[in-house]
Each structure stands twice: as C-alpha cells, then as structure tokens.
C-alpha cells in the first residue's frame, strides 16, 4: 500500500521489518502445478541447494529431472553442477535478467501477493506458518494457476 506521509486522511499501518527472511526454493512440476519446496531461515548456499536437489530426486526418483535456475553463484557451484550430473539432474541456467523466462517466478510474485502485500504478520514465527500453510495448500488456487502458470511466453525477435 502506498499513501502521502503527514497529510490529512492517511492512516498508520504496522509493517514488518523485513530483518528475518524465508529462504524459499521450490520445484514446480508443469504437468499438475504441484511444487516440491523448502522453507528455511537459513542462508541459501550451495550446501542447501544440493539438499533441496535431493529432495527433488527423491519426489521424482525414476524420472528425468530438469531445474530451471537463474545465475546465482550458490546455482553454479561446483558442487551443486557435480551433484546434479551425478544424479541425472539437468541444469537449464536462464540468461541473465530474464526472470520471466522461468515459470515459478510468477509463483513467487502469486505467493508475495498472498502472504506479503497489504498484510501484517505480528511475530516472525506467524509469518513462517502462514508461508507453509500457503503452499502446502496450493490446491486451493488451482484456478488462479492454470491460468498463469503456463508455458506460453511471446517471443520478441530483434531485428
């Protein structure tokens, strides 16, 4: 929400202060828009990187797997690019400023819009539950969804 400061008619709201922070990384699977997820407090590296691409293989264990990542140095790891070959995990890095090339951003703008925008979580702990109640109940916008997490992109030549 956004108001003048100081001028008649605006109004006091209590935000958070954004010192603690979610790490959230997430699978999304295309075919039925379930998402394979970890929420953390901890800082993202390439030791949680490699954890949450285990779990990803172990939700999938028999199946080609391809993880759609932006350029992060935690996503190019050594470590992170030796365990996905190792585990037949293939690694499509985006180019870089192109966010929008990668389907689960519009997840993550869908979830602030929910969690984040217009709302005041008391105590870190209430935020934390509310992240996890929200994608764990994913199904309850599976309308919403479809309709925008699709594989339809335009494609814009230079010319």
Same mark, same amino acid.
């Given at each position: 929400?956004?108001?003048?400061?100081?001028?008649? &008619?605006?109004? /006091? !709201?209590?935000? $958070? #202060?954004?010192?603690?922070?979610?790490?959230?990384?997430?699978?999304? *699977?295309? &075919?039925?828009?379930?998402?394979?997820? /970890?929420? #953390?407090?901890? /800082?993202? $590296?390439?030791?949680?990187?490699?954890?949450? +691409?285990?779990?990803?293989?172990?939700?999938?264990?028999?199946?080609?797997?391809?993880?759609?990542?932006? *350029?992060?140095?935690?996503?190019?790891?050594?470590?992170?690019?030796?365990?996905?070959?190792?585990?037949?995990?293939?690694? +499509?890095?985006?180019? =870089?400023?192109? =966010? @929008? +090339? @990668? !389907?689960?951003?519009?997840?993550?703008?869908?979830?602030?819009?929910?969690?984040? *925008? *217009?709302?005041?979580?008391?105590?870190?702990?209430?935020?934390?539950?509310? #992240?996890?109640?929200?994608?764990? $109940?994913?199904?309850?916008?599976?309308?919403?969804? #479809?309709?925008?997490? /699709?594989?339809?992109?335009?494609?814009?030549?230079?010319?």
């Amino acid at each position: 929400m956004w108001q003048p400061r100081g001028k008649k &008619g605006t109004i /006091t !709201i209590k935000s $958070n #202060t954004g010192r603690k922070r979610i790490t959230i990384l997430g699978a999304l *699977n295309i &075919g039925d828009l379930s998402i394979t997820k /970890t929420l #953390t407090e901890e /800082t993202c $590296n390439a030791e949680r990187i490699i954890e949450f +691409l285990q779990k990803v293989k172990e939700a999938y264990p028999d199946m080609k797997i391809v993880i759609v990542l932006d *350029n992060a140095r935690y996503n190019y790891a050594k470590a992170t690019r030796t365990f996905a070959e190792e585990n037949n995990i293939l690694l +499509l890095f985006l180019p =870089p400023y192109a =966010p @929008n +090339l @990668n !389907i689960i951003e519009r997840l993550w703008k869908f979830s602030k819009k929910h969690l984040v *925008n *217009n709302t005041y979580h008391k105590e870190f702990s209430k935020f934390f539950d509310a #992240t996890e109640r929200f994608f764990n $109940n994913l199904d309850e916008h599976h309308q919403e969804l #479809t309709s925008i997490l /699709t594989q339809k992109f335009q494609i814009i030549h230079a010319e």
